[in-house]
């Protein structure tokens, strides 16, 4: 990861107060990875479960790196390297971020959820943009690193950011929200993910409705009633409410509507009088999109621009774009999988029109603890009742998802090897053919897709 440092000047002068010295090289930059140092660069090794980045040092300094900031000795370093030791060099980042972000005064939304969190602050940016100097979370910057880093990119000239908060261990909502100050929250939903650390649906719930428990008093909590667990957080803050509601009878801040008629879906965005063409089908952005127009109403855009943004989006790779190989159409939602995610893709892929057959391609969901096997065989049992004609499933926990679909009556394949099902599916694809692609982001099922077609994914 890296980044160019939003005020650089401010932010030499917060190093200097810092570490208690003026003598320090300027820096521009700041990086975690020695393969993307640039001249100016701060260096910040982070120990991880496979490699050290502390061991790359001698190759951050010959790239240019000014400044490291370690926690370990360093070996093999020229000495005219300026270094600075600390404790942890996470923690130490954060500590940066948090203090360059009490020097800052602007209004902050924060996004997290189970699903959705990415494409809604995309959704979010887009309609933003045009009115504001925006600073937006880049790709994978959610994290314990990439939040604080995003931090660091903010300057005076901006007026307005939205940032993505992820989580996959207890706490980490929590720390980042501390670091982060969001003046807005919204959590798009709660359902079972990462549930080997969080232990229960309850505990992503408490680990999310971290993000409203950290606004200040005059903090606004933009809440979905459209889910049971995010409607029941409590915040500091003010509530501001929304749901995407099929009957438009729903006592929210912000309501809408959401309508498919054949491979198309129109949204009524009720609140605002605006009726929006879905630059594609499926219930899951329209949800999105609702999430992210009630945020950029709260702030004042003007409805034409939440209508463009919409009708003119693209989803992110790999989180429910279609591509289109041929005659053969495939839902790339292969970035990440839960169960509830998955289970929406299914609904998308029964009701797609085609000529041709439905065909899923699963992957195994992880970090489901106690409950794999019994939320890997309830997809499969789903996917069976929905009339998926030909289910596919790879890795070892997706074993079961393939024997509960077999057993319900559906036509369902294992295999131990990406290979081995690029190769079955290939022999087996059709014209016509509609295929949803989908499993956790350790299982790479991109990669299927460009087995598949000779190509990366659209």
């Known amino acids: 990861m890296r980044i160019d440092v939003g005020e650089p000047d401010a932010f030499m002068q917060l190093l200097q107060a810092r570490y208690q010295r003026d003598d320090l090289s300027a820096v521009t930059g700041i990086t975690t990875d020695s393969r993307e140092v640039q001249p100016g660069d701060l260096y910040l090794p982070i120990i991880g479960e496979r490699v050290d980045g502390h061991h790359f040092a001698a190759e951050a300094a010959a790239a240019g790196a000014t400044l490291v900031i370690a926690s370990r000795q360093l070996q093999g370093v020229a000495g ?44 979010a940016a887009a309609m933003l943009s045009g009115s504001h100097d925006l ?18 990119r903010l300057a005076r ?11 996959s261990q207890p706490g980490e909502v929590s720390y980042l929200a501390a670091l982060a100050r969001p003046t807005m929250a919204l959590v798009t939903n709660v359902s079972a993910a990462h549930i080997k650390a969080l232990k229960s649906v309850a505990g992503v ?11 200040p008093e005059d903090g606004v909590a933009l809440v979905n009633t459209g889910d049971e667990q995010v409607a029941a957080m409590t ?28 491979d198309s879906g129109t949204l009524y965005l009720d609140t605002i009088a605006t009726e929006v063409a879905m630059p594609q089908r499926g219930v899951f952005l329209a949800r999105n999109a609702v999430a992210a127009a009630a945020l950029a109403h709260l702030l004042g855009t003007d409805p034409g621009d939440i209508r463009r943004a919409i009708e003119n989006f693209q989803l992110p790779p790999g989180r429910g774009r279609i591509c289109r190989y041929g005659d053969v159409t495939v839902m790339d939602d292969s970035y990440n999988a839960n169960p509830a995610s998955t289970l929406g893709g299914l609904r998308w892929l029964s009701s797609a029109s085609t000529t041709g057959r439905r065909m899923a391609i699963l992957g195994d969901m992880l970090e489901l603890g106690h409950g794999s096997q019994r939320l890997h065989k309830m997809i499969g049992g789903e996917a069976a009742a929905l009339g998926i004609d030909k289910i596919y499933c790879y890795g070892s926990e997706s074993r079961a998802t393939c024997d509960a679909a077999a057993g319900a009556g559906a036509d369902a394949s294992h295999f131990a090897s990406r290979d081995d099902l ?17 499993g956790s982001r350790a299982m790479a099922m ?5 087995g598949l077609f000779g190509e990366a994914p659209c």
Not at 135 to 152: A, D, E, H, K, M
Not at 205 to 215: M, N, Q, R, S, T
Request: with cysteine.
């Open 157 to 167: 000239g901006h007026d307005l950011a939205v940032l993505e908060v992820g989580t």
């Open 235 to 262: 915040t500091t803050g003010r509530r501001f409410t929304y749901c995407l509601d099929p009957d438009g009878n729903a006592n929210v801040d912000f309501s809408a509507r959401y309508l498919e008629s054949g």
């Open 135 to 152: 600073l937006v979370t880049g790709q994978s910057y959610n994290s314990t690193i990439g939040l604080p880093l995003t931090l660091l």
């Open 446 to 450: 991109e990669t299927i897709i460009t």
């Open 422 to 438: 690029i190769e079955a599916l290939s022999g087996e694809m059709q014209a016509g053919d509609v295929l949803y692609v989908k």
């Open 80 to 123: 005219g390297l300026q270094v600075i030791q600390v404790d942890d060099t996470i923690a130490e980042l954060g500590h940066l971020a948090g203090a360059w972000r009490q020097e800052l005064s602007l209004p902050l939304a924060a996004i997290t959820g189970t699903n959705g969190k990415t494409t809604t602050k995309n959704l």
């Open 205 to 215: 719930a408490a680990e999310k409705g971290a993000l409203y428990a950290a606004l």
